[in-house]
């Protein structure tokens, strides 16, 4: 990933009056500024490295690979091209620090090796495979023709413009030294033009102020082009950048999953089984006690307790269900979506259309999606109906989940869709809500399809 951060451009620390915003505000434009700001100098001088850093990337990645690539009729080839690979990658390391030093980019470093065995083979093996390396040695090669470019461009315009910006300083050099009136505008055999004259003069400072205050825009446009070379070739991939942002959502999720999940049982436990087992204790108390002085009483007690035992096992295995069905391992998807579906307040049509099973991990999760959206349904929709559809598109599990209700459900902050978008966003999925108030809601999930590992 790459950021850049401030440069100079107004930023300022307020002064903490009344209507201080905390930018400093200049009384020039910024095309007037341009040229004494330090920005604009970074970035002159960071064109003006890398020349000779292009040089030196260019020389050791042709040299190197030439040399790697001649010598593969032998194994000495192996090792001189990992060696290249390997040191265009610290040059890389060095251009990321150039360009956050002189540009204010920031970029990432790139996957770091993977070693599937120790030893000089494995790093070879691991430099050679990996894709970063080729990156850093496609910018070695890029940036030396681009370096020249800009280096030849940046200073023709840099220089021209502060020479004739300055001309009415020294254009006395010219009679005095050079023994002619001016500096010559076009010459041949017959006819010679001279800046001499005081409007030549206001002329020529004229248009060397244009090219001055033109000359930090070209350049940093000239730099822009680095920018994406560095931020393209030196740093992260899109697919190494997508798996750190997965893993780092993943483990935010699961654990605030977890946390809610815990938080749930807990509740149920403590509201529902616990209090009548409690309450059961304290029947077969009473009826212990009654037994020798009222045997009748006491048998109807016995009863009423044993009508509390059957009640509480059956919320028990309400809850073992939520946590995870039997069914859903034993059956799949389209029995577990039918018995969720059989306890919702609505009729709901099931259709689930899969000629195999995904993995456990994706079929819970599709479970459990489709579980939270009835409850959603049977609590707030006021919806005389429901269909729930299951399918496979190429590589993606597709939910859907559509009611008759009132509509108006969002994915806002704090809402229970979005924590379920949150959830499905942690291994790759997506949650779409459609439900404009008056309804109807249609709600669709997608997720990646992995089939079940097979182990030995």
């Known amino acids: ?83 290249a690979l390997a040191g265009c990658r610290g040059f890389g390391a060095m251009e990321r620090a150039r360009a956050r030093a002189l540009l204010g980019l920031r970029v990432d470093d790139p996957e770091p090796l993977r070693l599937k065995k120790q030893g000089a083979m494995g790093w070879m093996g691991a430099v050679l495979k990996s894709g970063a390396s080729w990156r850093s040695l496609l910018y070695a090669v890029l940036q030396f023709p681009w370096a020249v470019f800009s280096f030849v461009v940046a200073l023709n315009v840099w220089a021209i413009g502060w020479a004739m910006l300055t001309y009415p300083l020294w254009f006395w050099v010219f009679p005095t030294y050079a023994g002619q009136d001016g500096l010559q505008l076009y010459g041949d055999e017959t006819h010679r033009v001279y800046l001499d004259n005081p409007f030549e003069i206001a002329v020529t400072a004229l248009v060397g102020l244009l090219f001055t205050l033109a000359t930090p825009w070209l350049v940093r446009a000239l730099t822009t082009v680095d920018r994406v070379m560095v931020h393209g070739l030196l740093g992260p991939s899109r697919l190494a950048t997508r798996v750190v942002e997965l893993e780092s959502d993943r483990g935010g999720v699961v654990v605030d999953t977890a946390a809610a999940d815990l938080r749930r049982i807990e509740r149920d436990l403590h509201d529902g089984a616990q209090a009548r087992l409690v309450n059961l204790a304290m029947d077969l108390g009473l009826a212990k006690e009654k037994l020798r002085e009222d045997p009748r009483a006491a048998a109807v007690m016995v009863d009423e307790a044993h009508g509390e035992v059957k009640t509480a096992l ?44 995904p993995a456990s991990a994706i079929e819970g999760i599709a479970y459990f999606t489709v579980s939270e959206l009835l409850q959603n349904i049977s609590k707030h929709a006021r919806a005389t109906w429901a269909a729930v559809e299951v399918w496979r598109v190429e590589n993606r599990l597709m939910l859907q989940v559509v009611d008759n209700g009132v509509g108006g459900a969002q994915a806002s902050a704090g809402s229970g869709l979005a924590g379920l978008a949150e959830r499905l966003d942690a291994v790759d999925g997506i949650l779409v809500v459609d439900s404009p108030t008056g309804g109807p809601t249609r709600i669709t999930a997608e997720l990646p399809w992995r089939n079940e590992p097979v182990t030995g």
Not at 5 to 31: E, I, K, W
Not at 53 to 72: D, K, R, W
Not at 328 to 354: K, Q, Y
């Open 1 to 83: 990933m790459a950021t850049e951060y401030g440069q100079g451009y107004g930023l300022g620390s307020g002064s903490g009056f009344p209507g201080d915003t905390g930018v400093r505000r200049h009384r020039l434009p910024a095309g007037l500024r341009a040229p004494f700001e330090a920005r604009s100098w970074r970035e002159f001088g960071y064109v003006l490295v890398g020349l000779p850093v292009g040089i030196l990337l260019f020389t050791y990645a042709v040299t190197m690979v030439s040399l790697g690539a001649g010598l593969l009729v032998t194994f000495l080839g192996v090792p001189v091209l990992a060696a």
């Open 314 to 357: 059956q919320e028990l295995r309400d809850l073992a269900r939520g946590i995870h069905p039997a069914v859903l391992t034993d059956r799949g998807l389209d029995a577990a979506l039918s018995s969720v579906a059989s306890r919702c307040t609505v009729p709901v049509r099931v259709e689930v259309d899969l000629t195999e099973r």
